[in-house]
């Protein structure tokens, strides 16, 4: 099944409400971009007080993590998503895939990148709106790069930059 405009436009401005309900603890935009069993996955990086992979499944898990989240972040994140693959999946229903970069907004030195990684989505069509089945994060390195090291001679050069320091001064 092929995906309408209206669609795919429907489904690029769920991502932006998360983003935005969750870069700024909008709880009532953030956990209406879930389904009501909706669940989101954070795979590599964990959340305050927890190592590793985390899973949050219905409303009040999720406006927990929201809340744990913002009460450390206090606006100080930007989830920047792009670029975006949508698939259709069936009927009123596609997966989506794409890059995550989570900034840190300010001006130097302050402000970064600290964090990248990639969203492995699930969505359907509930009541004439896209919604989160499932939000799957992974932090990067991708699981299957973990333990590669990159050979590539852009990558070393930056890599020794950041080694020797270069890369934290303006």
Not at 1 to 7: A, G, H, I, P
Not at 13 to 32: A, I
Not at 107 to 132: H, Q, S
Not at 144 to 163: E, G, I, K, W, Y
């Amino acid at each position: 099944m092929t995906l309408s405009v209206e669609d795919r436009l429907g489904i690029q401005e769920l991502l932006t409400s998360y983003s935005h309900g969750l870069d700024f603890g909008l709880e009532g935009k953030f956990l209406s971009c879930f389904s009501p069993t909706g669940r989101l996955l954070i795979t590599g990086i964990g959340t305050a007080g927890n190592v590793g992979d985390v899973s949050f499944t219905g409303p009040d898990k999720l406006a927990g993590f929201l809340d744990d989240l913002h009460r450390g972040l206090l606006g100080h994140s930007r989830h920047w998503v792009l670029p975006v693959e949508i698939q259709s999946t069936g009927e009123d229903e596609a997966s989506v895939t794409a890059y995550c970069q989570v900034l840190r907004p300010g001006e130097f030195p302050g402000a970064g990148i600290t964090l990248t990684g990639m969203y492995y989505d699930k969505v359907e069509k509930l009541d004439g709106r896209w919604v989160f089945r499932q939000r799957e994060f992974r932090a990067d390195p991708q699981p299957q790069h973990a333990s590669a090291t990159p050979t590539d001679s852009l990558v070393a050069r930056f890599d020794a930059a950041l080694q020797s320091g270069e890369r934290t001064s303006r």
